[in-house]
Nanobody, 126 residues
C-alpha cells in the first residue's frame, strides 16, 4: 500500500514537501513516481526515481523546482516542491513500479506503474 500526504494550501513562491509511505518489505526494490492531476485535466507525470535513488527524472514543467528523493530505510519517497506556482495546483499521486528501473520514457508512462496511492491535494494561491 502507498499513502501520500503532505499536501495543503500554500502561496505562490512557497514550498511543500510531499511524502509517500509504503508498506511491505520490497519497497527498496521499486522505482517510484509522482504524478498529478489538475481539475479538468489529464493526469501528468511529475517526477520519478529508480530503486537505488541513483537516477531521477522530471517533467520539464517542474525541473529545477522539484526534487524527488527516497529513504529506503523508512520506506518513503519524497517530493520537495519549491517556488510553487498556481499551475502546480493538483491532486498529487505516488506510484510504484515493481521492476525497479525506469528510463526517461517509461518513467513518464502511468501504465508502467503497478501500485498507486491515494492522492494528496496541493493548492497554490496567487
Amino acid at each position: 500500500q502507498l499513502q501520500a500526504f503532505g499536501g495543503g494550501l500554500v502561496q505562490a513562491g512557497g514550498s511543500l514537501r510531499l511524502s509517500c509511505a509504503a508498506s511491505g518489505r520490497t519497497f527498496s526494490s521499486y522505482a517510484m513516481g509522482w504524478f498529478r492531476q489538475a481539475p479538468g485535466k489529464e493526469r501528468e507525470f511529475v517526477a520519478a526515481i529508480n530503486w537505488s535513488g541513483g537516477r531521477t527524472y522530471y517533467a520539464d514543467s517542474v525541473k529545477g523546482r522539484f526534487t524527488i528523493s527516497r529513504d529506503n530505510a523508512k520506506n518513503t519517497v519524497y517530493l520537495q516542491m519549491n517556488s510553487l506556482k498556481p499551475e502546480d495546483t493538483a491532486v498529487y499521486y505516488c506510484a510504484a513500479d515493481t521492476y525497479g528501473v525506469l528510463d526517461s520514457d517509461s518513467a513518464k508512462d502511468g501504465y508502467e506503474y503497478d501500485y498507486w496511492g491515494q492522492g494528496t491535494l496541493v493548492t497554490v494561491s496567487s
